[in-house]
Structure formats: structure tokens, C-alpha cells
Nanobody, 116 residues
């Protein structure tokens, strides 16, 4: 099992920045991928970013160039640096990991609100 604790959400004006953190504990040696999804009210959960254990990152076009995912293996923590935030980035952001290439775990979510 893996436990995930997110932090760093909050309220920011459009054009501002936030950094989310996700601290993992438990069976962390078997984590292959760490990533972030988000879910806005009335919408489906959508992919935001991921980083593999080898350091490869992936983003959808909606956040590419604005968001950066990174990880600190010594701290078992992943980060999501979000710049040039837009009101449409408003959502609950969920940290997620894939363990043993198969099992996915989710954090409890952290609210990000971008005001116009």
C-alpha cells in the first residue's frame, strides 16, 4: 500500500503561481509513476502531469509550458509547479501513483481556485 498526502493548494489570482506537493509513504520502492489529475465541478477527472521513475515527464496540451512536475526521491515527494494560472485551472487536484506497474493509489485531493 501507498499513502499520499497533498499540500499547497489555495486561492490565487489569474496569472499567479502555486506549487503542490505530494508526499508518499508505505511501499514507495515499488512506485513507477507519480502524477497529478484534477477534477472541476461537474466535469470528469482529467490528467494533468506525470513523471516516471526514470524522470520522463508527460503533460496534456492544456498545461504544457505552464505546469512542471518534478520529484525528490530522497524525500519521496512529487511537486507540481503551476505558473500562469487561469480560472479554468480551478479544480480539486489529486496526486496519484502507480505501484508495481499495475496498482494506482490516490491522495485525498487539494483545492486550487484561480480568480479572474
Amino acid at each position: 500500500q501507498v499513502q499520499l498526502v497533498e499540500s499547497g493548494g489555495g486561492l490565487v489570482q489569474a496569472g499567479g503561481s502555486l506549487r503542490l506537493s505530494c508526499a508518499a509513504s508505505g511501499s514507495i520502492l515499488s512506485i513507477n509513476i507519480m502524477g497529478w489529475y484534477r477534477q472541476a465541478p461537474g466535469k470528469q477527472r482529467e490528467f494533468v502531469a506525470q513523471i516516471t521513475s526514470g524522470g520522463t515527464t508527460t503533460y496534456p496540451d492544456s498545461v504544457k509550458g505552464r505546469f512542471t512536475i518534478s520529484s525528490d526521491n530522497a524525500k519521496n515527494t512529487a511537486y507540481l509547479q503551476m505558473n500562469s494560472l487561469k480560472p479554468e485551472d480551478t479544480a480539486v487536484y489529486y496526486c496519484t501513483v502507480v505501484r508495481d506497474g499495475l496498482y494506482r493509489h490516490w491522495g485525498q485531493g487539494t483545492q486550487v481556485t484561480v480568480s479572474s
